[in-house]
């Protein structure tokens, strides 16, 4: 790497007044299919490997290509990675959304823009800077065909010469992206320097926003979160994967399938020891998922609402059957299709209640990608241990976009199997301890049966019936009143105990305030950033952040520590918020509602002037 480039060094502002440094968001809008996802990671990357802490969101429209799409990274010297309303940097590259993205600019933004688009005449409070890429990409790019994809990277040179991007970690951050591919490290590092090189030489810095060094990302990765899921399910033992294709979440799948060829290949016969199937429709997958888990092996799938709606009766019978079964749901908007490239947390009261009938099931509630990977292995464990189908409730925001992550530590527990016989002298022993085996029998109060598994031992008594009718404690076929009650009964004590098993929630107290939060998901980040802000306006808030459903008694402890309690669902229907209220009787007068639906990702100004409308009434 050359001298030149190391020392490379932004203008400072050429007017008066103060310096907004590593403090800002800068938004790109290009269109769908462009190629810019490259160019905007690239320039995402180098902020990051410049110690300074970012996070990186995604915007992108339904269909393969060509409507418009946006991407959003943000830079907090004070760590915050929760979506910004306000935009320091804007890069149009989209003429179909470039007056609407210029509009929605605050005052004394920086604006970098196609020169054709002429924009500087729309407003009279914000830095304009008009760039030819059209010209530049044709002086800098020899292939014809690539210079629709090498005219984003010329941006990245002119947004590095505007803000003081170390074009060293320019460099750096385009060969990770590219790799090994020698060819297309030297055409895009071309196009990038000749924005570098075009801005030193035709831009004036007019505006505050800059980048400096820091150290607060040393040892820190990057990481989606249907990745960060994919690692835990392969540390979690997970031998069986069978989906359908649905957005947000394919990529989970996706991602698994990766690590397996990686990891899970057997080193002296080079074959496969994991199944992955794409089945045809949800329906499909998650009746592979029961078969599998019913046979003994770690199975998963993994969908979104719609697919969700259709594994319903799949799922009572994992539930009444007593099947253990992982499904990871990355929400995103709905009803029916709704916004597919959107997020919500909107399936948390369909899923909690997933099936016909008297239903409940066990949700995981991860809140950054670290817990979407402990949350996998987790999720098995509990399957296993209370044989029924456990939901991990990712949303779009936390699964598809990028986040700023201290590693993930290597799992230590064992894998927690549950309650299984599995030899012959296993089910003698049961047997002379408990009279019989009797598969739907509860013999020690906690509501969780015993189970064999299919194969592993000759046993006479290892047999029985998987019914998902009517059935008795040894699943035999019944219709009778008593014995369906009594199982009913059972599955209500059994979620019961569930409460001391489900991850409890995190709670942070401060000195006494009446005030309390309770969020959950992806929302943890916007919350912790709001309490800041409200924090230094004077107003103390303790926060509860909910991981898991069923609750455990800590909700409503810290509801009846509190005065008021805000509930911040990214809902329209303030579903956490009514099955609090559910929860806490005596209490739910206390609950404030803080709601978030318009399918971008959850802000800290929203919850803060939530709280404030709040407080003032």
């Given at each position: 790497?050359?001298?030149?480039?190391l020392?490379?060094?932004?203008?400072?502002?050429?007017?008066?007044?103060?310096?907004?440094?590593?403090d800002?968001s800068?938004?790109v809008?290009t269109?769908n299919?462009?190629g810019?996802?490259s160019?905007n990671n690239i320039?995402m990357?180098?902020?990051?490997?410049?110690?300074?802490?970012?996070?990186g969101?995604n915007?992108?429209?339904?269909?393969?290509?060509?409507?418009p799409?946006?991407f959003?990274?943000?830079?907090?010297?004070?760590?915050?990675i929760?979506?910004?309303?306000?935009i320091?940097?804007l890069?149009?590259?989209?003429?179909?959304t470039?007056?609407e993205?210029v509009?929605?600019v605050?005052?004394?933004?920086?604006?970098i823009?196609?020169e054709s688009l002429?924009?500087?005449g729309?407003r009279?409070?914000?830095?304009?800077?008009?760039v030819?890429?059209q010209k530049l990409v044709?002086?800098?790019?020899q292939d014809?065909k690539?210079?629709?994809?090498?005219v984003?990277?010329?941006?990245?040179g002119?947004a590095?010469?505007?803000?003081?991007i170390?074009m060293?970690?320019?460099e750096?951050?385009?060969?990770?992206q590219?790799?090994?591919?020698?060819k297309a490290?030297?055409?895009?590092?071309?196009a990038i320097?000749?924005g570098?090189?075009?801005?030193?030489k035709?831009?004036?810095?007019?505006?505050p926003?800059?980048l400096?060094?820091?150290?607060?990302t040393a040892?820190?990765?990057i990481?989606?979160g249907?990745?960060a899921?994919?690692i835990?399910?392969?540390?979690?033992?997970v031998t069986?994967?069978?989906?359908?294709?649905?957005?947000?979440?394919?990529?989970?799948?996706?991602?698994f399938?990766?690590?397996?060829r990686r990891f899970?290949?057997?080193?002296?016969?080079?074959?496969?020891?994991?199944?992955?199937?794409q089945?045809?429709d949800?329906l499909a997958a998650?009746?592979?998922?029961?078969?599998?888990a019913?046979a003994?092996a770690r199975a998963?799938?993994t969908?979104?609402?719609?697919g969700i709606?259709?594994?319903?009766e799949f799922t009572?019978?994992?539930?009444?059957?007593?099947i253990p079964?992982?499904?990871f749901d990355v929400?995103?908007v709905g009803p029916?299709?709704g916004?597919?490239?959107?997020t919500m947390q909107?399936d948390?009261?369909?899923?909690?209640?997933?099936?016909?009938?008297d239903?409940r099931h066990?949700l995981?509630?991860?809140g950054?990608?670290q817990?979407?990977?402990?949350?996998?292995?987790?999720?098995?464990?509990?399957a296993?241990?209370?044989q029924?189908?456990?939901?991990?409730?990712?949303d779009?925001?936390?699964g598809m976009?990028n986040?700023m992550?201290d590693?993930?530590?290597y799992?230590?527990?064992?894998?927690?199997?549950g309650?299984?016989?599995?030899?012959?002298?296993d089910i003698?022993r049961?047997v002379?301890k408990?009279?019989a085996f009797?598969r739907?029998k509860?013999?020690?109060?906690?509501?969780?049966p015993w189970?064999t598994?299919?194969?592993?031992?000759?046993?006479?008594?290892?047999?029985?019936?998987?019914r998902?009718?009517?059935?008795?404690?040894?699943?035999?076929y019944s219709?009778r009143?008593?014995?369906?009650?009594n199982?009913m009964?059972?599955l209500?004590?059994k979620?019961?105990?569930?409460?001391?098993h489900?991850?409890?929630p995190?709670?942070s107290n401060g000195?006494?305030s009446?005030?309390?939060?309770i969020?959950?998901g992806?929302?943890?980040?916007?919350?912790?950033?709001?309490r800041?802000?409200?924090?230094?306006r004077?107003?103390e808030t303790?926060?509860?952040?909910?991981?898991a459903?069923p609750?455990t008694?800590?909700a409503?402890?810290?509801?009846?520590?509190?005065?008021r309690v805000?509930?911040?669902?990214?809902?329209?229907?303030?579903q956490?918020?009514?099955?609090?209220?559910?929860e806490?009787?005596?209490?739910?007068?206390?609950?404030?509602?803080?709601?978030h639906?318009?399918?971008?990702?959850?802000?800290?100004e929203t919850v803060?002037?939530?709280?404030e409308?709040?407080?003032?009434n």
């Amino acid at each position: 790497m050359s001298t030149a480039i190391l020392e490379e060094k932004a203008p400072l502002p050429a007017q008066a007044g103060p310096a907004v440094v590593n403090d800002f968001s800068i938004h790109v809008a290009t269109a769908n299919g462009s190629g810019s996802m490259s160019s905007n990671n690239i320039l995402m990357r180098s902020i990051f490997q410049m110690g300074i802490p970012v996070s990186g969101k995604n915007l992108f429209p339904s269909n393969i290509q060509g409507l418009p799409t946006w991407f959003t990274i943000r830079a907090s010297k004070e760590g915050f990675i929760a979506r910004r309303r306000d935009i320091g940097v804007l890069i149009c590259m989209n003429p179909e959304t470039a007056h609407e993205d210029v509009r929605t600019v605050h005052s004394g933004a920086a604006v970098i823009y196609e020169e054709s688009l002429k924009l500087d005449g729309l407003r009279n409070d914000v830095h304009f800077y008009a760039v030819p890429f059209q010209k530049l990409v044709l002086e800098l790019v020899q292939d014809g065909k690539l210079r629709r994809l090498a005219v984003n990277m010329i941006y990245v040179g002119v947004a590095a010469w505007l803000l003081g991007i170390d074009m060293a970690e320019v460099e750096r951050a385009v060969e990770k992206q590219f790799k090994n591919k020698a060819k297309a490290i030297e055409i895009n590092l071309k196009a990038i320097r000749g924005g570098f090189d075009w801005a030193g030489k035709n831009l004036k810095k007019a505006d505050p926003f800059r980048l400096e060094r820091m150290n607060s990302t040393a040892g820190k990765i990057i990481i989606d979160g249907n990745a960060a899921a994919a690692i835990g399910c392969v540390l979690a033992g997970v031998t069986v994967v069978t989906w359908y294709p649905i957005t947000p979440s394919s990529a989970l799948a996706e991602s698994f399938t990766d690590y397996c060829r990686r990891f899970r290949i057997d080193p002296e016969t080079g074959k496969p020891t994991f199944a992955i199937v794409q089945a045809e429709d949800e329906l499909a997958a998650i009746g592979m998922v029961l078969g599998a888990a019913w046979a003994g092996a770690r199975a998963m799938t993994t969908t979104s609402g719609p697919g969700i709606s259709l594994m319903s009766e799949f799922t009572g019978l994992g539930y009444y059957a007593e099947i253990p079964a992982v499904i990871f749901d990355v929400q995103r908007v709905g009803p029916s299709t709704g916004l597919p490239t959107r997020t919500m947390q909107g399936d948390i009261v369909s899923t909690y209640n997933l099936s016909h009938g008297d239903a409940r099931h066990i949700l995981l509630i991860p809140g950054s990608v670290q817990e979407c990977s402990e949350m996998a292995g987790e999720a098995f464990n509990l399957a296993e241990r209370f044989q029924t189908p456990v939901f991990v409730m990712m949303d779009l925001d936390l699964g598809m976009n990028n986040w700023m992550s201290d590693p993930f530590p290597y799992p230590e527990k064992p894998f927690d199997r549950g309650k299984v016989l599995r030899t012959s002298g296993d089910i003698d022993r049961h047997v002379k301890k408990f009279g019989a085996f009797e598969r739907y029998k509860d013999v020690d109060g906690d509501g969780i049966p015993w189970r064999t598994l299919p194969g592993t031992t000759e046993h006479p008594l290892a047999a029985y019936f998987t019914r998902g009718s009517g059935h008795t404690e040894r699943a035999t076929y019944s219709e009778r009143p008593d014995d369906y009650k009594n199982n009913m009964d059972r599955l209500a004590r059994k979620f019961e105990t569930a409460k001391a098993h489900v991850p409890r929630p995190i709670v942070s107290n401060g000195p006494g305030s009446p005030v309390g939060l309770i969020a959950y998901g992806s929302s943890d980040f916007a919350v912790e950033e709001a309490r800041v802000i409200l924090r230094k306006r004077g107003l103390e808030t303790d926060y509860l952040r909910l991981r898991a459903l069923p609750f455990t008694p800590d909700a409503a402890e810290f509801v009846a520590g509190h005065e008021r309690v805000y509930v911040v669902d990214q809902n329209r229907d303030r579903q956490m918020y009514e099955l609090l209220t559910l929860e806490v009787r005596e209490d739910c007068g206390k609950l404030r509602s803080i709601r978030h639906y318009d399918g971008f990702p959850l802000d800290a100004e929203t919850v803060v002037e939530g709280v404030e409308a709040g407080e003032k009434n």
